[in-house]
């Protein structure tokens, strides 16, 4: 009989990436069981998307609630009651002392696209800039604006215009917040009039670009270049929303309120919803019908959501995210005594990352980090590498893991690590 891997290859485009050969049969909480019953702990969550767990009990009892109700009328023709008050919910949370309107759609890229289309409407302005290494989908905005090449643009041809990076600010990789800051000046003086930017996009904290935190100076001198020029600020928090970095969302970090948020991942706890929140007459520019979509808040995502919210207050998951990160941190920094490769260990509450640089040559190291990967796949761990050099392993795990599994994983790690020294 054909292996599963090789019916793969020969009925999927090999465009979808994989980064393991794991067919889940079953999972709980932080907790994948395959189709041959071999166990593995999550540190993916599926790409950030389940920091409430896989199956959170009060998600799947939601769901199945709405299953019994009703699963899709299209909130364009027949509206429903909890599309609404979710989107009251995320206009009272996100974070900006101001008037809030929200829109829901599915993806995260498609978050990013309409609050493009909406920082355009509200400000009849064309220009958007973004960040080196930022990530925001695979859409062709989403592309555009992605600060990777590599495996993200290539052979897609010519990206929407009008889009310009800025080198995001990194001190590990010699970038300060001033000569971020002195870069984004020159792109105005040299290649867009300010007077035409719409908005400024980034990720609070970088994700697929490696889990570098945009630094407060940095994050106050842009919403006061914004202001000074009439420019929206986008804070993209599909990967750093819902409690991952020790606060609901990562812009509460700065004290600095966007104009816009995208949303997504862990919003519906493993179904597909995303959202755009801003300031209510900046989400109002686009005339009815401009913004939507047939699966746009579907009824099941949307009830999956008022259950994620529901879980992180009642669990304290931001409390439980600085533990589990600290924890995480504290032995880190105990491995990196015995392993010279580690050249930083970071992250704001349970987003949390660490970079591998060559011993000998202190050069970024893809190698190692995919090495421990591998050999921690091989342990029952599942890790994911990031950053545009690829030597960095970010930990996702769900924020609700169990102490005994925490502690196991850890010490999978640590060997791991030390494994793939030799
Ligand atoms: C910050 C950020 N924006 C946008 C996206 C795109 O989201 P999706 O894959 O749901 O389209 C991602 C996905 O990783 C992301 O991390």
Known sequence: MTSLPDRKNAAISRGVGMTTQIYAERAENAEIWDKEGNRYIDFASGIAVVNTGHRHPKVIAAVKAQLDRFTHTCHQVVPYENYVHLAERLNALAPGKFAKKTIFVTTGAEAVENAVKIARAATGRQAIVAFGGGFHGRTFMGMALTGKVVPYKVGFGAMPGDVFHAPFPIELHGVTVEQSLAALKKLFAADVDPARVAAIILEPVQGEGGFYPAPTAFMRALREICDQHGILLIADEV????????????????????????????????????????????????????????????????????????????????????????????????????????????????????????????????????????????????????????????????????????????????????????
């Open 239 to 422: 990967q750093t929303g819902f409690a991952r970095t020790g606060k609901l969302f990562a812009m509460e970090h700065h004290d600095v309120a966007a104009d816009l948020m995208t949303m997504a991942k862990s919003l519906a706890g493993g179904f597909p919803l995303a959202a755009v929140t801003g300031r209510a007459e900046i989400m109002d520019a686009p005339g009815p019908g401009g913004l939507g979509g047939t699966y746009g808040g579907n009824p099941i995502g949307i009830a999956a959501a008022h259950a994620v919210l529901d879980v992180i207050e009642e669990e304290k998951l931001c409390e439980r995210a600085n533990q589990l990160g600290n924890r995480l941190k504290q032995r880190l920094a105990a491995i990196r005594e015995k392993a010279p490769e580690i050249a930083d260990i970071r992250g704001p509450g349970f987003m949390n990352a660490v970079e591998f640089n060559d011993a000998t040559t202190n050069l970024p190291s893809a190698e190692f980090a995919n090495k421990v990967r591998l050999i921690a796949l091989d342990k029952g761990l599942i890790l994911l590498t990031c950053g545009v050099h690829g030597n960095v392993i970010r930990f996702l795990a769900p924020i609700t893991i169990q102490d005994g599994v925490f502690a196991e994983a850890l010490d999978i790690l640590e060997a791991s690590i030390l494994k793939a020294r030799g």
